[in-house]
């Protein structure tokens, strides 16, 4: 049997590509169609939520095998199994919510196909075959888990101070489920453009590069050391030599006040390999539409799903992946990855079970800076704990919030300036309410002129 | 199907252990033997070989499935397929030769038992079972390989400077085939005791350190950054995490003038740990006694079989293995690694054949020191050319021989206070011909006075 891998083939077997490209057929699909305006979500006056990412992540098939928004079955089996009804393994509901009035409103049902616009264009058609209705305190709390059903995994119960609980808590009370068709292709704005790389291009650019094995690193962040050290040391895994390259893919969508912009995450990421920290011929950057959910371990699957089918071997996971607070073990998602979690349907890991993922983990402890050992060192091997410095992102905001360059060992010059790059272009040099509304008014996309309006159009409001 | 490896059977199942350790037992089978006093192999006056090391190496089970001395028929397919008659992978001839003189004066033939003296005492016993003869020349030039045999993996022929070749060169024409067993225990001087860990032992170790994946590190020499980056970034290697432990196992043998004392490479490796480099609890030091046959694939071949048997699940590999000069292409033991070597018997690599071996493989590439990055960076993400400063051992040392210490950024200073220890302790930092040939006669052990001495001695000469 040979160790050499390969890249693997996308979850459920098949990239799921619902993009229609062609104008006169997108135009003839969406023929007497009720419209619908996508709107984001909000908390108070704070945008959490547009479900246009959740879109455009199926349609260009980040989350393959899923297709659309889930029917009431298929919801319950994700809440109890974490698997879809073909058996495939998928954390989170996915689901097109609209309110009682708009349901009213559209009179729509099984059957019907509702045309959903974005920025005032056509943009993509939802198949609805059911409408339902469904609790959203109850999908919440059982999306996350609770101390009683995860034990020794959840560690309190979930409120809504956890951002991606609050996700799940202002769904509308009523679902159209339903295969989504993007019908007119957004057009990324600068710099997501350069950035842009779904499943199918990611696969094609990683079979240019002739690569076999490729970690995947998450970032929500602009990297500091810690950050670029465990991306290469974890791509030390790969079959018979180190992995041939690192993708690094940001989750880009709805933040928190007081994270960097998505605009200078990316951009960071891509100066680690344009100032030759990784040769850019084993490093790719790029990013998917997601508004996170902060699931820690279910998150990590979620992460995933999408970096296997983007085509990678391997995903590297920390401590606290994707996590916010303590309501999880500081190590739940290597618990999923290495031993499985009962509580969410895992009695193995997900890369062990079957129509699991074929993706491998790399679990990796923790990076510091040791003036004894000259580097950023690994906790397994660096025992000089009583000079240790860790890497702090809060002591990293504040020296950049005084407007101060952090010193070389903890972040890049290079990373650096592209931080004051975006600071200098936005004003400010983390996100702010106005960024974060501004951003959820413009998006990441432009949305082409569409000619030919269906007959019937009616507002949406979330 | 587990991605979680655990520690590997031995090399053909079981272990050897060819040692006996009740004294009456060893009295009753050495009661009337003819004895043999071992005795280096000499090139003009410098001892290039002692077979005592591969008597020990076999009997303790290093070379398992290997049990003494080849016979005729295994010596062919050795030379033709790299398999014992077993049909296990094995890439080297394994022989007790004796002069024709010896042949004449002992009268043993097949079904006799020869004793084997060391240091004048009762070592081992040789249970012959074939008496023939060889041509030395023969021997060697089929055991490295030719350019004609081996296209593209061997450069040039082998020639008497190739101090693996003259060791076979040197072989005695007549061959005592059978099995070897060690009647008397040899005991290891200081510090060798210290890290005497044969293949039970060391699986014993890993057991208690409840490791799963252990890497293995081949050193001949006082490590300097770039060794200790390599077995550090090698290891991130592991199944679901980093491997749990690094093996540093030292050839200890006949050496080359100008290598460091064998003394000093084992404490410096110590070093590494007891300075905290790599935690204590993560890095076990050990050796194999064997003079090097610098066969580059080959050897590697031999390493990976000593290291599984020692219980390691990977072992690193970089380039120019246990090579000396440019007889072999600088990739060929990365070659036999990952694509096999048909010249050598492999059309596969040796981790992916029938009675192959289950250690995998981590093929490395380059460190280099780069003031741009910052660290000891690696070729495949460095890519500042202009600036990095290769490792050189030379260069090495050539400050060492000036009394300088190297800077901390080559050298660990815990490192270079070994070498200076044992500078002052044997009068010189590396190998010199005094060195040689002193040790040879002292060897790493003593042999315990053993007494009821057989009834017929015969002395023996090499």
Request: proline share 8%; net charge neutral; hydrophobic share 35%.
């Amino acid at each position: 049997m040979s160790l050499k891998m390969s890249i693997p083939p996308p979850h459920g077997g098949k990239l799921v590509d619902r993009v229609v490209r062609d104008a006169d057929k997108a135009r003839s699909l969406i023929a007497g169609c009720t419209s619908y305006d996508i709107q984001p979500t909000h908390d108070k006056d704070m945008p959490i939520r547009n479900v246009y990412r959740e879109i455009m992540s199926t349609c260009y098939g980040f989350l393959s095998p899923v297709e659309g928004s889930m029917g009431r079955n298929e919801l319950e089996r994700v809440l109890k199994e974490r698997r879809l009804e073909s058996g495939w393994v998928f954390p989170f509901p996915m689901l097109f919510d609209v309110s009682e009035e708009d349901k009213s409103r559209l009179k729509v049902k099984g059957g019907d196909r509702l045309l959903l616009k974005l920025k005032g264009q056509p943009f993509a058609t939802l198949d609805i075959n059911e409408v339902y209705s469904i609790d959203p305190k109850d999908v919440a709390t059982r999306t996350f888990g609770t101390p009683e059903t995860v034990p020794g995994v959840v560690k309190h119960a979930f409120d809504p101070k956890h951002p991606g609980y609050n996700i799940y808590l202002h769904l509308n009370p009523v679902v159209f489920a339903g295969k989504y068709t993007i019908i007119n292709e957004p057009t990324f704005r600068a710099p997501f453009d350069r950035f842009w790389l779904p499943p199918a291009k990611s696969r094609e650019e990683f079979a240019r590069r002739k690569w076999r094995t490729v970690i995947a690193h998450q970032t929500r962040n602009v990297p500091h050391l810690g950050h670029e050290m465990l991306m290469k040391n974890a791509a030390y895994m790969g079959d018979t030599e180190p992995a041939n390259g690192i993708l690094v893919n940001a989750i880009v969508g709805a933040k928190r006040i007081g994270d960097y912009p998505d605009e200078a995450i990316l951009e960071a990421h891509e100066a680690v390999h344009t100032a030759n920290y990784v040769k850019p011929d084993r490093h790719v950057v790029s990013f998917v539409l997601w508004d996170m959910r902060y699931g820690n371990p279910l998150e990590s699957l979620l992460h995933g799903i999408v970096r296997q089918n983007l085509g990678c071997t391997h995903h590297m996971w920390g401590r606290d992946h994707a996590a916010v607070g303590d309501y999880y073990d500081s190590y739940a998602t290597q618990t999923l990855w290495t031993k499985g979690i009962p509580g969410f349907g895992f009695d193995a890991p997900p890369c062990e079970v079957d129509k699991g993922l074929v993706l491998r983990p790399q679990n990796m402890g923790e990076f510091w800076y040791c003036p004894k050992c000259g580097e950023i060192a690994y906790n397994a091997n660096c025992g000089h704990m009583d000079v240790v410095q860790r890497f702090s992102g809060s002591f990293i905001r504040s020296l950049l919030a005084e407007g101060l360059a952090p010193p070389p060992v903890i972040m890049r010059p290079e990373v650096y300036r592209v931080v004051v790059k975006w600071w200098r272009e936005l004003g400010y040099p983390f996100n702010n309410k106005h960024y974060l509304s501004a951003r959820e008014q413009e998006l990441e996309v432009t949305v082409p002129r569409m000619e030919a309006a269906p007959a019937i159009a009616a507002g949406g409001h979330r």
